[in-house]
């Protein structure tokens, strides 16, 4: 009968090492404290490759190196900071497993969302007028309260008509806890006659805006199971008397939806509101050419409020310096 030997695993071979990192490790375990020339002897080879292979090994954490000399960490020690760099290593792996599950999530969802339709009616509804549009929203709204409206608005035309004669319902609604409003919008738009009025009472009452240098074109879901296109992609509504296409389709609201959060996510949050005033006041005072302890005398508050409140409009705006802070805001309507 023939004994078979399995042989145990050398464990820094099992930890990365290749086996003449781990044959020079165990030369430095035994000199305890060696020079190069030691070691290259010790392992019968050419000084320059050992020393690389030992850069290896202190880069490793496995061997310090102390005035020219060489010692070997407990193997103890050395094994545990190995262990502990793959451990990191395995749990960013983890962490990279979980994140490709939640995306997969989403797509199984879309995939049954798109199994349930493929075989029934795919609603498309043409609807005809601004006030039919305004009032669709707060109608599905009332049907499934509080609902998420979000809209992007790619133009000047669009939001002056808004500001003018359609945001009244909307604001309502909002008041009523019938509906949000997340909005999209040009920034150019902002110093429009009546917008910022508007918007501002959009706000209050609950609704987010957020602005974009340019918005590709407009668009709508109201809740998780309607949607609202143009008859172009990229075209605006007045041009073509508010006729758009109202799609009751999950697949397709969805998608829409994961439009609206990745431009939502490039987009600049508005300044106005109680908490950013002060920071637009001292914005609006630095323009004009005064001082610190200027804008504090007008504002009737302290140098140090002053300075806190340009610290976070730098911030605000990802500005590296007041100066860029200034140009920013005026870029983006903040000081009209």
Known sequence: MVNQHHAVPDPFETLGLDPAQTALYSAV???????????????DGPADKVGRQLEDLVRLGVVDEQSGKYLARHPAAALG??????????????RRIDSALGSIRSLIRDYDAGRDYQSGPFTVEMVNGADVLYESVVGIAVQSPPMTLMTAVPDERTMTD????FADPWIDAQERKLLTVHAIIPVSTLV?????????RLLETGGKVR???EVPSWFMTAGAEVAGLPPFWGANLPDHAY??????TPIVVGLLRALFGELWSRAVPLPWGRRNEGMIQVLRLAAQGMCDDSIARQLGVSVRTVRARFAHAMTELGAQSRFHAGVEAARRGWLR
């Open 211 to 213: 602005t974009l240098a």
């Open 81 to 94: 900071r190995v262990i502990a760099e793959r451990l990191d290593r395995l749990a960013e792996e983890s």
């Open 192 to 200: 429009l006659p009546g917008v910022r009025n508007q918007l501002t």
């Open 162 to 165: 808004f500001a003018r004669k």
């Open 243 to 248: 006729n758009f296409y109202l799609v009751r």
């Open 29 to 43: 375990l035994r000199l305890h404290r060696a020079t190069l020339t030691d070691l290259a002897q010790a392992m």
